[in-house]
């Protein structure tokens, strides 16, 4: 809906094609444009003191990323990177200034969806929903394949980067599997279309 809106307001906007495993920005830069996804899949992961890397979210068609630090107005909490190859648009803080001072139900909107994903946050944190680990489960699946392709990762492994359990993933991979979402081999598994596969997360949800 919000990209939907914004594209309303905007007769044209610049666009880049990113390659997989391209840096859109880093964990600490300063935001200065806010950006969204015309096609192509966006991880958001975060680097902890200790050196832990965390998936935090995956952003596909239509999404818009860094809003969040952009209205803070705070340095970026993590890094965005290409996970397939990616089309990002993006808007300059003096442009979208403009269009939030001539559209207030624009900056409404960009309210309710900030206070949309605190919430998604928090049930993620906490465990709550069973459908909430099942999409996380699915991000970590997207994120761990398309970001270190090279490496076969085991149950335990996708378990302790997702949050979740070894009995969780073994079923929702199973199910993913059934679906021909995933193409399971031995302890492999491959991602014929990680679009469908994320369409089918939001699903989930």
């Known amino acids: 809906m919000l990209f939907e809106q914004l594209k309303s307001y905007l007769p044209d906007f610049p666009t880049e094609e990113i390659k997989r495993g391209q840096i859109v920005y880093n964990q600490g830069d300063n935001p200065e444009r806010l950006f969204f996804v015309v096609n192509g899949l966006i991880g958001l992961f975060h ?12 952003f596909n068609q239509n999404s818009l990323f860094g809003h969040r630090s ?3 107005d705070t340095p970026y909490h993590a890094t965005a990177i290409a996970l397939t190859k990616t089309v990002v648009g993006s808007i300059s803080k003096a442009y979208l200034d403009k269009i ?43 994120y761990l394949k398309l970001r270190y392709n090279e490496k076969t990762w085991t149950r335990k492994e996708i378990a ?8 969780t993933v073994a079923r929702v991979m199973s199910k993913l599997d059934d679906l021909s979402l995933i193409n399971k081999s031995g302890r492999d598994f491959e991602i014929p279309n990680p679009d469908k ?3 089918y997360s939001e699903m989930e949800v």
């Open 160 to 167: 302790e980067f997702s949050g979740s359990t070894f009995e």
């Open 70 to 72: 952009y209205f803070a």
């Open 100 to 142: 939030i001072d001539e559209h207030p139900l624009f900056q409404k909107n960009i309210t309710k969806n900030l206070a949309h994903d605190r919430g998604d946050a928090e049930l993620r944190l906490a465990g709550l929903v069973d459908k909430t680990v099942t999409k996380r489960v699915i991000e970590t699946l997207i």
């Open 197 to 199: 596969l994320i369409e």
């Open 47 to 58: 680097i902890s003191e200790n050196g832990k890397e965390t998936l935090l979210r995956i």
